[in-house]
């Protein structure tokens, strides 16, 4: 990210990484963070995946992992990869051979943890595929699931043991002269995360892949994702992400480009800044953002949107704002464009002109005719 001469302490200070391939979204040096989700349909449903590998492009995944459990999910990967509009993960445990059909069928990356694949014989068969069908490969750390003699060691799960297997892991893929390689140390616990992600961070220079795992439901997991991805990202640890909840995966990507639009290091579609509302709200402040924002979902240009209930705020905010729009007395507000006062609309037509206001200074800003305002 550019540094900014004029706001210094919104600089974000990126660690270097090396720079991979996933498919044609690259990860790490220095590229965008990358959005990631997962579906949680049956694999073997091609039609069902693809809907949702669909839904969740369209919100902005630029990549999704998809479950290879068994023989029948690794032959249906076949057509959802030939047929995913964003590159494919496949995720793959203990079964080594899921990981060179999952390969062979055209997965972009391959989740595996090359030490829980058995032998060294079938560890090398694994990354000879993927060398052969120009597949990376994500070493996937999880506290919940660390090796028995590293648990022995440390007593329990910790950071040091997630490290530890993750070095480990990174060393057999190296030994195997295969470098096109990220990693992740996940934990539920957002202490415990963030600790091993730093402590990764300082041994390799491979690009890294965020989680907090298992965070929760749509609320407590994006809050505890936001505090614990949201300090990595602020250190400029993490060159790709996925936000775990239980939820629909479309609901993981936007709050994943939620974080990552509040720290300013990716922009997407219209930031709406708005005011809580109080007594003084020209009109329904709450109401039209819920409206706003679903009207304006089909928006990918980033930019920025004021709603604010009344004088107080709403000339301030709108100076810095694309579109603004400030409640007013007798049933009408103030339209701002560019940061200035435009013209007067009344709160009844005010959804349906914002929405064209916004379109049209959507299309004006990719045609090149206008620069965004302040869209971070
Ligand atoms: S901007 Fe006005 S309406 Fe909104 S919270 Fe502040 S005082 Fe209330």
């Avoid at 058995?118 to 597949?135: F, L, P, S, Y």
């Avoid at 709603?307 to 709108?318: D, F, L, S, T």
Wanted: charged residues 25%.
């Amino acid at each position: 990210m550019s540094h900014n001469p004029v706001r210094p302490w919104r600089n974000i200070d990126r660690r270097e990484s090396r720079r991979i391939m996933v498919g044609n979204v690259p990860v790490g040096g220095g590229a965008p963070i990358s959005v990631q989700t997962m579906t949680n349909t049956i694999t073997t449903d091609v039609k069902g995946t693809l809907d949702q590998i669909i839904r969740a492009a369209e919100a902005g995944a630029d990549i999704v992992r998809v479950s290879v459990p068994d023989e029948a999910s690794a032959k249906a990967m076949k057509e959802i990869c030939r047929e995913s509009p964003v590159p494919i993960v496949a995720d793959i445990h203990f079964h080594y051979k899921r990981g060179i059909e999952a390969a062979e069928a055209g997965a972009a990356c391959l989740r595996i943890n090359p030490g829980n694949i058995g032998d060294e014989k079938r560890v090398a068969e694994v990354i000879k595929a993927a060398k052969d069908h120009n597949c990376s490969i994500r070493i996937g750390v999880n506290a919940g699931s660390l090796e028995k003699h590293l648990l022995e060691k440390y007593g329990e799960p910790c950071p040091d043991a997630m490290v530890e297997s993750g070095m480990d892991h990174i060393k057999i893929l190296q030994d195997h002269d295969f470098h096109e390689f990220k990693i992740s140390v996940k934990a539920s616990d957002v202490f415990m995360a963030a600790a091993a992600y730093q402590m990764l961070a300082e041994q390799t220079d491979a690009p890294i892949h965020l989680g907090i795992t298992e965070a929760g439901g749509l609320m407590s997991g994006t809050i505890k994702s936001a505090i614990g991805m949201g300090n990595l990202l602020w250190m400029g640890i993490g060159d790709t992400l996925r936000v775990s909840l239980s939820a629909d995966p479309v609901e993981e990507v936007k709050v994943g480009y939620e974080i990552l639009k509040g720290l300013g290091l990716r922009h997407r579609g219209v930031n709406i800044i708005s005011c809580p509302s109080c007594a003084r709200q020209g009109f329904d402040v709450i109401k039209t953002v819920e409206a706003l924002e679903k009207r304006l979902e089909h928006i990918k240009t980033p930019m920025s949107l004021s709603i604010i209930g009344c004088v107080v705020n709403g000339p301030g905010e709108a100076l810095m704002t694309d579109v603004g729009f400030t409640g007013g007395g007798a049933g009408s507000g103030m339209v701002y464009l560019a940061g200035k006062a435009s013209h007067k609309m009344s709160n009844a037509q005010m959804i349906d002109h914002i929405v064209e206001e916004v379109e049209k200074r959507a299309e004006a800003i990719e045609d090149g005719k206008v620069e965004a305002q302040a869209a971070e």
